[in-house]
Nanobody, 117 residues
Framework: QVQLVESGGGLVQPGGSLRLSCAAS????????MGWYRQSPGKQRDWVAI???????NYTDSVKGRFTISRDNAKNTVYLQMNSLQLEDTAVYYC???????????WGQGTQVTVSL
């Protein structure tokens, strides 16, 4: 079964950029819809971006125009390019894989993104 390992989080100033990576094990990566979620203290885990099996992206309103999700099936990796970061983007970011036919979800361990002066 696919397992997810995230990297790329860190500390960045407002207006800066980070690129998150999610590496997946297994040879069936292209059968899963991939996504990124985030969670800050005291709040629920919220959807940020998804990319379908066919490569079609969608974004939550607060990150449109700033974040870009992409996938490289040959490398079993999904990315989240985050530009123009704001203080409100501070959260733990989680990689998600979703299999449609049985509604199966897989989660990465999370990576901390901190936007601070």
């Amino acid at each position: 079964q696919v397992q997810l390992v995230e990297s790329g989080g860190g500390l960045v100033q407002p207006g800066g950029s980070l690129r998150l990576s999610c590496a997946a094990s297994g040879s069936i990566f292209n059968t899963w819809t991939m996504g990124w979620y985030r969670q800050s203290p005291g709040k629920q885990r919220d959807w940020v971006a998804i990319i379908t099996r066919g490569g079609t992206p969608n974004y939550t309103d607060s990150v449109k125009g700033r974040f870009t999700i992409s996938r490289d099936n040959a490398k079993n990796t999904v990315y989240l390019q985050m530009n123009s970061l704001q203080l409100e983007d501070t959260a733990v970011y989680y990689c998600n894989a979703y299999r449609v036919y049985d509604r199966k979800n897989l989660w990465g361990q999370g990576t901390q993104v901190t936007v601070s002066l």
